[in-house]
Antibody, heavy 123, light 105 residues
């Protein structure tokens, strides 16, 4: 069974940092692109950042450029999101999701999701 | 940038109804579109990919159609478990529609 379990969310002050983790099991992690997708309270879904199966390519939404960094450890079946210079508008549930890309490059859909971890940026 | 417009934003329906949700892209996206269902406090669940392909394990009352710029998700015979919010998502840039909440009439 495919499982994705996020952790690391919490309350952080504006300008602060947080590192999210996603532990996966039930599939060969090193074969898949992975993404972080967020959902602000009462709002829709927003793709944030993704990473190629071997970590060689990364893409992100403009609003997090220079602040968020995605990484992975294929030996540990884990995905990470380092979030720096956090802003109130980053408050959201963050989901890790397994990416099924079109033509093997960035861009596709998500067939498996974690349960999410809540990040609250507030003073 | 491609924009995705979902309609309606809210839909009131009864058990047994046929429900249709529309998603429009601002430019041609071929059939590169997925549909998800999300219940409160839960992660989204993939229903349809490549516009009309049913994800394994998803009931056959769900169906997707369309290509180019206009797409529909149809629920044929709404069940109590189907009251939820539905999102379309185009593959390029992983852009989601605004969502359609299906609520009890």
């Amino acid at each position: 069974e495919v499982q994705l379990v996020e952790s690391g969310g919490g309350l952080v002050q504006p300008g602060g940092s947080l590192r999210l983790s996603c532990a996966v099991s039930g599939f060969t992690f090193s074969n898949y692109w992975m993404s972080w997708v967020r959902q602000a309270p009462g709002r829709g879904l927003e793709w944030v950042v993704n990473i190629k199966s071997d970590g060689s390519e990364k893409y992100c939404v403009d609003s997090v450029k220079g602040r968020f960094t995605i990484s992975r450890d294929n030996a540990k079946n884990s995905l990470y999101l380092q979030m720096n210079s956090l802003r109130a508008e980053d408050t959201a549930v963050y989901y890790c999701a397994r990416d099924i890309p079109l033509y093997g490059s960035s861009g596709g859909y998500y067939d498996s999701w974690g349960q999410g971890t809540l990040v609250t940026v507030s003073s | 940038d491609i924009q995705m417009t979902q309609s309606p934003s809210t839909l009131s329906a009864s058990v047994g109804d046929r429900v249709t949700i529309t998603c429009r892209a601002s430019q041609n996206i071929n059939t590169w579109l997925a549909w998800y269902q999300q219940k409160p406090g839960k992660a989204p669940k993939l229903l349809i990919y490549k516009a009309s392909s049913l994800e394994s394990g998803v009931p056959s009352r769900f169906s997707g159609s369309g290509s180019g710029t206009e797409f529909t998700l149809t629920i044929s015979g709404l069940q109590p478990d189907d009251f939820a919010t539905y999102y379309c998502q185009q593959y390029s840039g992983y852009l989601f529609g605004q969502g359609t909440k299906v609520q009890v009439k």
